[in-house]
């Protein structure tokens, strides 16, 4: 999470809801605990419940907030194209559409995600919710070359059209 390995759980009871953390790098464990409406209240985790959850967390790190950011166009159409995972046979695909990136996984798990910019390189999806996730393009000679995606741990993909 956020670049951290993360060692984490999370559950509920009736009237009560609980997520724990523990990031081993930096001995930083984290536990949020909340009473719901009633012992009779059947909530189940919420996105917006696990999305302030997990930015307690990532404020606990020491994190800070970033606001989203406009990218220019010719920027998001240099990263849109296919990348290959450089350690097997997995696709990401980036499209570009009414001006935002999209992905979507060759093994089926995503598609038509939305990307937010956190800056001209950097994007994260707002709809994955329990992994903080983050995608970064690179350049080389003014090309993209490659992207690197942080999900729990960093996977890098070479762009191959």
Known sequence: MYGN????HEGQVSG?????????ANDTYVAVLTNVKSGEDKTNFSSRR??????IAYLAL???FSREVNVNGTVLDDYTGTYELTSGKEIITIRKKHGKLYFELSNG???NTMLSPLSETKFYPPDVRRI???FEFFKENGKVIKLIVVQDRRSEWKKVK
């Open 5 to 8: 390995r993360c060692i984490h």
């Open 132 to 134: 903080y996730t983050t």
């Open 62 to 64: 020491g994190n800070r």
């Open 16 to 24: 009560f809801i609980a997520m724990e953390k523990y990031f081993p």
């Open 50 to 55: 696990l999305r302030l959850f997990n930015d």
């Open 109 to 111: 798990t995503a598609k």
